[in-house]
């Protein structure tokens, strides 16, 4: 009987569901981030390259 309530019992369902799409989203970004890090690193520098050659070329001005 025990048994029978506790599996028929679906309170917190709804919380384990939001924790496993929350976790299957954070998965999703982990491993993003891990492909595509070199590349995002890349582009990120080569705008903070092309950033400062402007600056540099505002302040000649």
């Not at 309170?11 to 491993?31: D, H, N, P, Q, R």
Request: no cysteine.
């Amino acid at each position: 009987m025990v048994f029978r309530r506790w599996f028929e019992d679906s309170s917190g369902a709804t919380a384990i569901e939001y924790a496993l799409l929350a976790f299957g989203i954070g998965l999703m970004v982990v491993a993003a981030v891990f492909l595509m890090g070199n590349d995002l690193g890349n582009l990120f520098n080569t705008i903070g390259d092309r950033a400062a050659d402007v600056a540099a070329r505002d302040s000649e001005l």
